[in-house]
């Protein structure tokens, strides 16, 4: 019989400020659509202005989707004062006008998104999101060895590995041991920057120094780069360090 794994999800805060109730409605539907597919957990708030929006705000957002042309102070005029304040939280646009989209990126924004808002572009929105958050965020999973119970800290996981019907933590001290399947760290961590690089190893990019031919060097270790993940592999390290 496998060993649970025990798993400590983080719930992610979004707010959407907007005025328009059919778009705020449809905003916060695909959401919790792509919380559901992708295995996420979401509180979702709600302003109908930047102005109530910006009284309340105290830095306690991961994602924020914002439209751009609102009564009182547009959306752009308010990502400038969170921006000045919170250099993290992530910044969306929703607007029914295209050439405002252009102004985004003076606040660092990492997308937009037109009015009406479809699963598509939110979903691909989101997905380039949740990649940047996992390379900020770490969450603490507890591995059930033969000792009993054991809490890693993603962000000190290098590398896992299988070894026989096992699974090898590999971390900055001891490694940790555990009968199961790699299927199961790989859907617990993938949000946090964790991705395989063959059916043997799931890799933390943060570890990884160089690719050399089919081996990619992780925390010393060089590990093998399976044929057929190689391309999926390797564009998910790029936008790693790119994005």
Same mark, same amino acid.
């Given at each position: 019989m496998l060993a649970a794994v025990c798993y400590s999800r983080t719930m992610i805060n979004i707010v959407l400020i907007e005025d328009e109730k059919a778009a705020r409605d449809t905003l916060h539907n695909l959401l919790e659509e792509y919380e559901k597919e992708r295995g996420q957990s979401f509180a979702i708030s709600s302003y109908v202005s930047a102005d109530e $929006?910006?009284?309340?705000?105290?830095? #306690?957002?991961?994602?924020? $989707?914002?439209?751009?042309?609102?009564?009182?102070?547009?959306?752009?005029?308010?990502?400038?004062?969170? %921006?000045? %304040?919170?250099?993290?939280?992530?910044i969306i646009f929703v607007t029914g006008i295209a050439?405002?989209?252009?102004?985004?990126?003076?606040?660092g924004a990492l997308d937009y998104i037109l009015k009406p808002a479809e699963r598509v572009p939110l979903f691909a929105a989101m997905d380039n999101a949740m990649r940047i958050m996992g390379r900020r965020r770490r969450v603490r999973i507890c591995v059930n060895t033969s000792d009993g119970e054991v809490y890693l800290d993603s962000a000190e996981i290098t590398y896992i590995e299988v070894f026989g019907h096992f699974l090898v933590y590999h971390t900055g001290g001891e490694d940790v041991t555990e009968w199961a399947t790699l299927g199961k760290p790989e859907?617990?961590?993938?949000?946090?920057? $964790?991705?395989?690089?063959?059916?043997?190893?799931?890799? #933390?990019?943060?570890?990884?120094?160089?690719?050399?031919?089919?081996?990619?060097?992780?925390?010393?270790?060089?590990?093998?780069?399976? %044929?057929?993940?190689?391309?999926? $592999?390797?564009?998910?390290? #790029?936008?790693?360090?790119?994005?």
């Open positions: $929006f910006l009284a309340e705000y105290h830095g #306690n957002c991961d994602i924020l $989707f914002a439209d751009i042309e609102m009564p009182g102070t547009d959306g752009m005029t308010a990502m400038e004062q969170v %921006r000045r %304040r919170d250099s993290d939280v992530i050439r405002l989209a252009a102004q985004s990126y003076s606040v859907r617990q961590l993938s949000s946090y920057g $964790f991705v395989r690089c063959s059916k043997s190893y799931l890799v #933390n990019l943060k570890y990884v120094e160089g690719v050399d031919g089919d081996e990619v060097i992780v925390a010393g270790d060089r590990l093998k780069i399976g %044929r057929t993940r190689y391309k999926a $592999f390797m564009s998910a390290l #790029n936008e790693y360090l790119g994005g």
